[in-house]
């Protein structure tokens, strides 16, 4: 009976014979199942770091499932890992310890990959290896006189054996766990470029990354936005106090759409055609749901200390952010007036809201879009 389909992607490890990191992302993109792995001994002619076989534990218990691979010959017979890899082909199986079909994969099953690797197993002799039999079959038997005589009774030699065989299992496993601590560091050194990657480093790093451009880093800011600082830090030096930085600061700390309009006066007021501010900031007059406010300007003042920032229309930043409206425009005025250089003022305003023109009863229908 073949395997149920949840398994394709486990076979394909097998198959293909992933390295261990691309496996774990592997597992985590396609079928997002817990996913470990298990370090074996390798065999001789094996390559180290690929999937040899994946075990599946069940999270209700019981017995586990595995997926194991065969290589084998043009005419079915098996291959040696000695045997060029384009002579072989890897057919898989997905089997049960019962023998019973396999059931359906639960998303809560543990995914172990077994890896192979070279442990300190292969500096002992091949008793311990399991390489060589514990008991050597090549004793010439005596006769049956002297069997009676000399040898010990047979009860006593499968003892013999069978406690050469126990012993060599507490060494192999001994061994093990260093291969376990040598394996572990090895992977600590191979992570050692990623601590330098804003995007995967550990959260404990952001700081010292930003200190390598003199970037102050808020800790009180969300994981993403420290992180999104720091990969930009080069940048957002570069454009701070122009048009692209304020915007790309805002975009980065609020995800609000921005647009920065350089040059441009704030509304002039004008006696008995303007709105007064009730509020004493954008916030406030937003939760007052008061209109644009008018402001007076200085006429000696030059067009080149005045900017606004455009937002988008007041029903879509309602939609967007909700309750947290409030707090993401005190937010944005903050940014701006950190960013902005200290001789020039600005005016935060909302772009006006376009509506569809009503239909006429005598206008023809609009063509349709294609």
Request: proline share 10%.
């Amino acid at each position: 009976m073949p395997a149920p389909s949840d398994y394709r992607y486990l076979e394909d490890l097998v198959r293909i014979g992933y390295p261990v990191r691309d496996a774990l992302a592997f597992v985590a993109r396609h079928i997002g199942n817990p996913v470990g792995y298990r370090l074996v001994e390798a065999l001789r002619g094996e390559k180290i770091g690929l999937v040899r076989a994946v075990e599946i534990m069940p999270s209700a218990g019981g017995e586990p499932t595995y997926v194991r691979g065969q290589r084998v010959l043009p005419d079915g017979s098996p291959a040696s890992y000695f045997t060029p890899d384009d002579l072989v082909t890897t057919i898989t199986e997905v089997v049960t310890p019962d023998g019973r079909p396999p059931g359906a994969l639960n998303p809560k099953d543990k995914v172990v990959l077994h890896i192979p690797v070279k442990g300190y197993l292969r500096y002992l002799p091949g008793l311990y290896q399991g390489a060589v039999p514990a008991q050597r079959r090549d004793i010439v038997r005596a006769d049956e006189v002297s069997a009676r005589r000399w040898e010990p009774p047979k009860k006593d030699t499968l003892q013999s054996a069978e406690v050469q065989a126990f012993n060599a299992d507490p060494l192999r496993r001994f061994l093990f766990i260093y291969q376990h601590i040598m394996t572990t560091i090895t992977d600590r050194i191979d992570q050692v470029p990623a601590l330098i990657d804003p995007g995967v480093t550990d959260p404990r790093f952001l700081p010292w990354l930003a200190s390598w451009v003199s970037f102050e880093l808020d800790s009180s800011l969300p994981l993403h936005q420290q992180r999104e600082l720091t990969r930009r830090a080069i940048r957002l030096y570069r454009t701070r106090g122009t048009a692209p930085g304020v915007e790309e600061m805002i975009r980065v700390l609020t995800s609000a759409p921005v647009k920065v309009l350089e040059l441009r006066y704030p509304n002039h007021f004008v006696l008995g055609k303007s709105t007064l501010s009730g509020g004493n900031d954008v916030s406030q007059r937003y939760r007052l749901g008061e209109p644009g406010a008018h402001f007076l300007v200085e006429p000696e003042r030059a067009r080149t200390t005045f900017f606004s920032v455009l937002l988008e229309p007041m029903p879509a930043f309602k939609r967007r952010f909700g309750e947290r409206a409030v707090e993401v425009l005190a937010r944005i005025a903050q940014i701006v007036t950190n960013e902005k250089p200290a001789h020039i003022t600005f005016t935060i305003l909302f772009a006006p809201t376009v509506s569809a023109p009503a239909a006429t009863p005598n206008s023809p229908p609009s063509a349709p879009k294609r």
